[in-house]
Every structure is written in structure tokens, then in C-alpha cells.
């Protein structure tokens, strides 16, 4: 038996490696609805990534159409005699909505699932077309035309949304070479070496296979053109676990036989033989090791593989295919047999995977759901694997050094550092290392030794139990803080004359009518040192504007808007921008009270130039699209990088009931007087949380309140003033392009000198590059410089690698 393989254009492979999406659901599920969803877009011919957030609502109903479509899947394969192998049967436990008569189990059976299968993908549609998850379809339609190949990935770690069929999605209707596969949260990239072969070597495990036919699988893999296939039969665990090890390595893994998952969908096992039944951990090492000698793809075709499949992403290996429900013969064999003929025959994987699966529409009639089996659970990659790419190319000759052999050697060093510099400072201006650059910058930041709070300042949060209280007297509140409330604080705390009250909790004028008289009574006692806040709006959460409140004047009003890196981290402040139609401040939230507090000092604020603010004696200096390590950086006014205090406690914090109540009227006179007091929420369900570049120091990532961004905000300011505490600054243009060179020519002197003294040439090289990052450290934590570090070591790194090719 021969594979027709036909000749496929490869530039679906082209296009394939240039559009990919990469949806994050982050850690909902369908019971909770998922707040966070992040779609990260790669478009062909665009440099740069994109970004769009998101959101998504439960669904709970999705996991009960799930457990309504496997019922009749299962009651209709027993009606045709088929066996199905599950290991965790679902009980028969029929909805009154699923009408099956005894009398004609297969007719009606047949119906009720064309029936089920329809309102599924209803459903997806409905789900997906939630108004919160409108801004990622919006850019998917517009990014992207139904002829490209794009590779959808959902990164997910809930067993349930993992069964559900997103291949029915309207979008993967629309574009017909989309295809979609399942990833987990947490991805490492492995280094893998390619298998010193010019084959595709496969691995095929033929597993027990009492009352199934695997020898057609056998036949199709024994065919395939341009592959070395191993085939294992019913091994002993023994025997599988040294072929694993081999040390020619596995570009394939397959698996036809008998396999389980839980019920959970977090683990399985197969049956390598009639006696022998082995989970994924048992056979970590063995897989670790072939994931490491060049292991691309693993294929199970046996049944209820999402257990399985869920353990292999574990130890990352790249790609992946299961079936998601036990799986007759035929319809396992068809799907191989289609999968090797496109996949081989030059499609790109993921599109071959989709074909295979479409075609397995054919089978409906005598297997229905045949082609809602398979499905791929894969690691995030830029570039789509294909057949052609894991046969091994011969290695070119080496072409003649553009340096000459006779050239002397500090012309070779200029030259070589002078080009590497060059093209690194190339790359870093198209944005290509600023990922890179502040991911480092978030690792000084968080080197730097542990500072005292701020005691200029204090907090009065608001929390889940403060907003009880509220409710408890009766209360009528807006949000998190009801106007009465507000009066009764400011009362309290306005008699021992704080120097600055900010409040920063949203108050919207529409609401007044809650308790019109406490309002008023709100508006009223706002003195000079209150300051509210407004939201402009826009952005990359593309907020909506918030205005002010009534009767308050703008001079006390700041706004509260966020200046988001791509990564959605906060390292910068505003000081001002433009103002919105109904926030009409030009200053932000932080800016007006550290103005107010610092004004009442006697000093002054000036604004020298576009691009330099004084206040003080201190200068700041705006961030620009092509400053430091920003090279995309879309500023909307004057915003600056924010020095964090190095302190898990900005300031002093107190509950807003320990206050109201009476607890701390003895200690108020200290908390208070002559302090700036920052009035905000810390529950969580308000979703006023963000990341810093602290957040990923812990694990899990910790997130900081807005209140206490605010802080951190005020106190880089007044602190740098008066304490003369460290402005962020960074080189000119020319000035780190002489520093990227002198380290690319550090690098040369390190090669001239000991390339032929291996050991004391990594002593030097490793030296010089933690020196590297000492200075970097150093500079950014005594005097705030911000020092190219990436394109340093990349320079470095380019440099010692052109001398170690031309000293081979």
C-alpha cells in the first residue's frame, strides 16, 4: 500500500509561518467567565506584534451541551454495535430536553445529535459574540482575510473549555485555512537538537489492540515516503523506554492501540500490551529525552486522548494530536491516512490537520461526530512545522570572510564591532528588542536593596469588609464608597489639616440621585486640599471617559488614566495630556497633588522644553517613541519613567472602618497631620489591579492596587524633589551607540586574546558581561541612568560568535 502524496505549493507554508494568534483565557473557566483574555496577533509583513484585551462570561450551559453531545455520541456507537472504549463512562443519565425512544434509538438518536451538534456551535457563536470579547473578533476580522493560513492557539488551563469544539466558531467558518489547537498556560522553551539524519524517523508504538484492527496504521506509516519508522509491537515497558533513548532521536511518536483519560481530563494512560498500562509520568524521563534530541510531533491515534495530551504539553513537547472521545477503527484510520497524505505531501500541520479532519466528514453518515474527534494541543511557536523543514539540508560551504584573512587585527576588531553594533542598534530601533530591554529593566528594578515606606503619606483603603459596613449602617453606596461615608471621613480627618486629600475612587454625577443630600454635603466639604479624579479614557484598554463631579473645579481634579507598556505593565507616569470632552483636567490624578504639596512648600514647577519638566531643582525627562529602551512607545502627553520605591508597603495603610467607627480616633492626629492621604479601593472585585515590574517576582504573579500605584506615583515625585532620590534618565541617541560599540569591541579583545585558551576565554567573556550587568545595576539603582543593556550583551554575543566562526 502505496500514499499518493500530492504536490502542495509551499507557500501556504510561507504565509503559515507569518499569521498566528495566540488567545490567553488566563485562569477562568466556564463556570467563573474568564476577566482577562489577551490576543496576541503576529501579522504577515508587519514587524511588530499586536495586542488586544479582552473578556469573556460564563458559560456553564457550553459544559452541559458538552455532557449532552458525548451522551448521545456514546448511546448512538452502542446502538450501531460499535465498541467504544471509555474508562470513566458517563451515566446514563438522560435530560428531559433529549428525548430517546427505545423503539428507534438509532433514528431518533441521529436527530437529537444533528441537533446538539447545531445548538452547540449556536452557542459558541453567541458566546463568543459577547460585547467584552467584541475588540479581539473586531481585530481578527480586520488583520486578517479568509485567504491567509492562520494558526489560532488558545492557551487554557480548564479541562472543560478544552473539550469544547472551537472549529465551529463563525471565524474558523469564515476563514477556511484557519485551523485552532489547544496550549497551557505556562510554556518553557526547551533547546532541541535536530537528529543527525536526512530521514523523518517515527516511532510507532502498536499498543494492545484486542478487539481493534492497527495493522491498516501500520500499513499507512510502512509506506510513507522519506521515513524511517520503527515499529514496536506490544511492547513491554522496558523495550519502549530504550527506544526513547535512542540516541539518534525521534522526529515522530505514534501511538495506535487502547488509551483512557480521567475524568477530569488531566491525566491518561495507554496500553502498551494486553498486561501493561502506562501513564505520561512514567515514561517522563524516557520523553524528556527524546523531546531534547529533536521530538517534533506526537500522535495518538486511540481514543479519549485529552488526558494524555495534557500531560505531554507538560513536558513541552511542540505538537501534539489526539482524538477527544473514544474513536472507531475506520474513523482512526481514514484521519491517518489523510493527515500523512496532506502533511507529507508539503501542507503545512496545522492546516494538514484541519483537511484531514474536514474530510472526515465523509464517515458521518455511518460515525457521526467522526469529524469532531481530533483535535491539536501544541507549544506557541512563530513558525508552523512542515515535512520538507524536518529533513535535514546538507550544510552550505562556507563562504569567504568579508574581513579577508590578511586584514590586521584592530582593523578586523573596529570593523566587526562597528557592523555588529550597527545592526543590533538597527534591530533595537524596529522595536524588536524593547521586550527584551524591559523585561531587564524589571530585573534591576527589583535588585535594588529593600527602601522605608513613604511616611509622608498614608492610605485609607476600602476592602470587602469596609463595604459590609457601609451596607450594615445603611449606607447608600456608589461603588465601593457611599457619599455619606465620604462626609463622615472627611469630618473625621479634615480637623487635624492633612496637607493633601486624593481621593481616588470614581464618583459619577449620575448617581447623585442615590442620596442627593449626602452628595451635596460631599461637594460642600471639599476643601483647596481635596483633589478627585476624571478618566480621559482610550488607550490599550481603550477605557471609556469618566468625568468629574459635579460643581468641583478642574484645578482640583486630576486624571486617573494608566500609561500601559504592551506587556500591560505600569512603568511610567503621566504628568499631563490632552483633556476629554467631559474629563476636562490636563493633569493627572498624581501630578495635581504632588503639585499641591510641593506648591505649598514654596516650589516651583516649569516646564523647559518639549521634552524636560523642572520642578525643583530636579529635571525629568519625557519618554519618547525612541528613548532608552522604548522604541514603539505611543506616548499621549508628558509621561515619565516611574522610580517604584523598592518597598512591598508604599505607606501606611488604614481601613476606612477602623476610622469611621472610632478605632483609631486617639492615633489620628499622627496619621494625618501635614500627610497626604490617598483614599482608594483594594477589593479586588473592582478590578483596579496592575502589574509593576515587582509582579513578576512572585509566584503567582502578584498584582498592585491602583491606590497604591497612585502612591508610588506621588512619591517619586515629592521624593525625588526633596530627597533627591534618583530620576530614571537614559543616553542620547550617540551615547548608546558609543556604549554598544565599546562593549562589542570589549568582546573582540576577548576573542583576539584567548581564542586559542578556551578556559580563560569564558573566564573573560563571563566576567566582562557580569561586569556588564553590574554597571547596569549600579547606574540605574545610584543615579537612575537607564543603560542599553540587551544590545550590549547581543553586540557582545554577535562579535564572539563572528570570531569563533572565523577561527574555525
Known amino acids: ?79 450501531r454495535s460499535f465498541i467504544i ?36 456551535q449556536h452557542q459558541i457563536d453567541i458566546w463568543l459574540d459577547s460585547p467584552d470579547f467584541s475588540p479581539i473578533c473586531r481585530q481578527l476580522y480586520q488583520q486578517f482575510n479568509p485567504n491567509q493560513d492562520i494558526r489560532v492557539i488558545i492557551q487554557t488551563e ?79 515497558r522496558q523495550e519502549l523506554n530504550e527506544q526513547l533513548w535512542h540516541n539518534q532521536g525521534w522526529t515522530i511518536l505514534f501511538f495506535a492501540g487502547h488509551s483512557s483519560s480521567q475524568r477530569d481530563g488531566n491525566s491518561g494512560e495507554i496500553y502498551i ?33 485529552l488526558g494524555l495530551a495534557r500531560q505531554l504539553s507538560d513536558l513541552q513537547i511542540p505538537h501534539i494530536i489526539v482524538m477527544r472521545e473514544p474513536v472507531p477503527d475506520n474513523v482512526a484510520q481514514a484521519f491517518l491516512k489523510y493527515f500523512l497524505i496532506e502533511f507529507a505531501g508539503g501542507r503545512c500541520f496545522d492546516l494538514a490537520v484541519r483537511k484531514a479532519r474536514e474530510r472526515l466528514q465523509g464517515l458521518e453518515g455511518e460515525f457521526p461526530g467522526a469529524s469532531w474527534l481530533p483535535i491539536i494541543v501544541q507549544t506557541p511557536t512563530p513558525i508552523a512545522p512542515t515535512w520538507q523543514n524536518w529533513l535535514q539540508q546538507p550544510k552550505p560551504a ?10 590586521p587585527r584592530w582593523q578586523t576588531l573596529l570593523l566587526s564591532s562597528a557592523i555588529a553594533t550597527g545592526l543590533v542598534m538597527g534591530v533595537r530601533w524596529l522595536g524588536f528588542l524593547q521586550s527584551t530591554e524591559l523585561w531587564a529593566f524589571d530585573v534591576l528594578m527589583r535588585m535594588r536593596p529593600t527602601e522605608l515606606p513613604d511616611d509622608r503619606l498614608v492610605i485609607i483603603t476600602i476592602d470587602a469588609a469596609d463595604i459590609q459596613y457601609q451596607d450594615q449602617q445603611g449606607m447608600k ?38 442620596d442627593p443630600d449626602a452628595a451635596k454635603q460631599a461637594i460642600r466639604e471639599r476643601d483647596q486640599r481635596f483633589i478627585d479624579i476624571c478618566q480621559i479614557g482610550g488607550g490599550v484598554r481603550t477605557s471609556p471617559e469618566i468625568p468629574s463631579p459635579s460643581g468641583v473645579p478642574v484645578q482640583q481634579v486630576g486624571f486617573s488614566d494608566l500609561p500601559y507598556d504592551p506587556d500591560l505593565v505600569i512603568r511610567r507616569q503621566i504628568f499631563g495630556m490632552a483633556a476629554g470632552t467631559q474629563c476636562q483636567t490636563q493633569q493627572s490624578f498624581s501630578f495635581q497633588i504632588a503639585h499641591h504639596y510641593l506648591t505649598s512648600r514654596d516650589i516651583e514647577f516649569k ?30 502627553g508628558f509621561e515619565v519613567l516611574l522610580n517604584y520605591r523598592a518597598t512591598q508597603r508604599i505607606a501606611q495603610k488604614v481601613p476606612l472602618q477602623q476610622i469611621l467607627d472610632g478605632s483609631k480616633d486617639g492615633e489620628l492626629a499622627t496619621l494625618i ?20 515590574p515587582y509582579s513578576a517576582a512572585f509566584k503567582p504573579i502578584q498584582e498592585l492596587s491602583g491606590v497604591e500605584i497612585q502612591a508610588q506615583m506621588v512619591s517619586h515625585i515629592i521624593s525625588a524633589v526633596l530627597n533627591q532620590r534618583p530620576v530614571v534618565w537614559w543616553f542620547p541617541q550617540w551615547g548608546d551607540v558609543l556604549w554598544v560599540w565599546a562593549w562589542s569591541g570589549i568582546a573582540g579583545v576577548c576573542m583576539e586574546r584567548w581564542h586559542q585558551q578556551r578556559f580563560y576565554l569564558i573566564v573573560a567573556g563571563g566576567t566582562a558581561l557580569a561586569a556588564l550587568w553590574g554597571c547596569g545595576f549600579v547606574f540605574l539603582w545610584r543615579t537612575g541612568l537607564w543603560l542599553p543593556l540587551m544590545p550590549s550583551i547581543v553586540a557582545f554575543a554577535i562579535v564572539g560568535i563572528f570570531y569563533f566562526c572565523r577561527s574555525v
Open 673 to 692: 497631620r501635614d500627610r497626604i492621604v490617598l483614599i482608594g479601593t483594594i477589593d479586588n472585585s473592582y478590578g483596579d489591579y496592575h502589574l509593576t
Open 1 to 79: 500500500m502505496n500514499l499518493a502524496l500530492p504536490k502542495i505549493s509551499r507557500s501556504h507554508c510561507l504565509l503559515l509561518m507569518s499569521n498566528l494568534v495566540i488567545l490567553n483565557l488566563g485562569r477562568g473557566d466556564l463556570y467563573n467567565g474568564f476577566a482577562w483574555v489577551t490576543a496576541q496577533l503576529q501579522v504577515q509583513d508587519q514587524p511588530q506584534n499586536r495586542q488586544v484585551i479582552g473578556s469573556l462570561p460564563a458559560a456553564p450551559h457550553l459544559v452541559e451541551l458538552y455532557r449532552h453531545w458525548q451522551l448521545l455520541y456514546d448511546l448512538l456507537y452502542q446502538a
Open 607 to 636: 516646564r523647559l522644553s518639549r521634552t524636560r519638566f523642572q520642578i525643583g531643582t530636579r529635571i525629568f525627562p519625557k519618554s519618547e517613541r525612541h528613548r532608552g529602551g522604548y522604541h514603539n512607545l505611543d506616548s499621549g
Open 158 to 236: 480548564d479541562s472543560n473549555l478544552r473539550k469544547i469544539p472551537w472549529y465551529t466558531w463563525r471565524f474558523f467558518r469564515d476563514y477556511p485555512h484557519a485551523e485552532v489547537s489547544l496550549s497551557s498556560l505556562n510554556i518553557e522553551p526547551r533547546k532541541t537538537t535536530q537528529p543527525p539524519t536526512k530521514t523523518v524517523r517515527i516511532l510507532a508504538i502498536l499498543g494492545d489492540a484486542t478487539g481493534i484492527d492497527i495493522d491498516v496504521d501500520q500499513q499507512y506509516l510502512a509506506s510513507l515516503d522519506g521515513a524511517e519508522t520503527v515499529f514496536l509491537v506490544e511492547p513491554r
Open 398 to 407: 562556507p563562504k569567504p570572510s568579508i574581513m579577508g584573512a590578511r586584514r
Open 477 to 514: 453606596r456608589q461603588g465601593s464608597l457611599a457619599d455619606q461615608a465620604l462626609v463622615n471621613l472627611l469630618d473625621k480627618i479634615q480637623p487635624h489639616q492633612p496637607a493633601v486629600i486624593g481621593l481616588d475612587i470614581y464618583r459619577d454625577p449620575v448617581a447623585f440621585r442615590l
Open 85 to 120: 472504549h471509555r474508562s470513566h463512562p458517563q451515566p446514563i443519565d438522560i435530560d428531559e430536553d433529549i428525548q430517546i425512544d427505545d423503539t428507534d434509538v438509532t433514528h431518533v438518536g441521529e436527530a437529537d445529535f444533528a441537533e446538539v451538534c447545531q445548538e452547540f
Open 273 to 305: 500490551n494486553p498486561n501493561e498500562r502506562l501513564t505520561i509520568p512514567q515514561l517522563k524521563h524516557a520523553l524528556n529525552e527524546a523531546i531534547a534530541a529533536g521530538l517534533q510531533l506526537a500522535i495518538f491515534n486511540s481514543c479519549d486522548g
